[in-house]
């Protein structure tokens, strides 16, 4: 059984950084598989924020660019996501995502309240 674990979230003015982090366990070999970074807020659907390949590309929303960076070490079988200059607006659940193919695991999230 495969389970992924985020943390790191919580609450940070704005202007501030926070570091999430996602660790998988179980049977998977993570160095296969895509992983991504979601968040929702209220009311809005569910959005990639950042992803990487197993070949360590990666992919940023336009909303992030320049200040989110996303990363993975897949000896300790963990994803971050590094979050700096934050916004109000980046206020949401964060959500990691391990997939490949049509297998798709999602981890439970971590809610990141950017507030003064």
């Known amino acids: 059984q495969v389970q992924l674990v985020e943390s790191g979230g919580g609450l940070v003015q704005p202007g501030g950084s926070l570091r999430l982090s996602c660790v998988a366990s179980?049977?998977?070999?993570?160095?296969?598989?895509?992983v991504g970074w979601y968040r929702q807020a209220p009311g809005k659907q569910r959005e990639l924020v950042a992803s990487i390949t197993s070949g360590g590309t990666t992919n940023y929303a336009d909303s992030v660019k320049g200040r989110f960076t996303i990363s993975r070490d897949n000896a300790k079988k963990t994803v971050y996501l590094q979050m700096n200059s934050l916004k109000p607006e980046d206020t949401a659940l964060y959500y990691c995502n391990y997939r490949r193919g049509a297998i798709d695991y999602w981890g439970q999230g971590t809610q990141v309240t950017v507030s003064s």
């Open positions: 179980g049977s998977i070999s993570v160095v296969t598989y895509l």
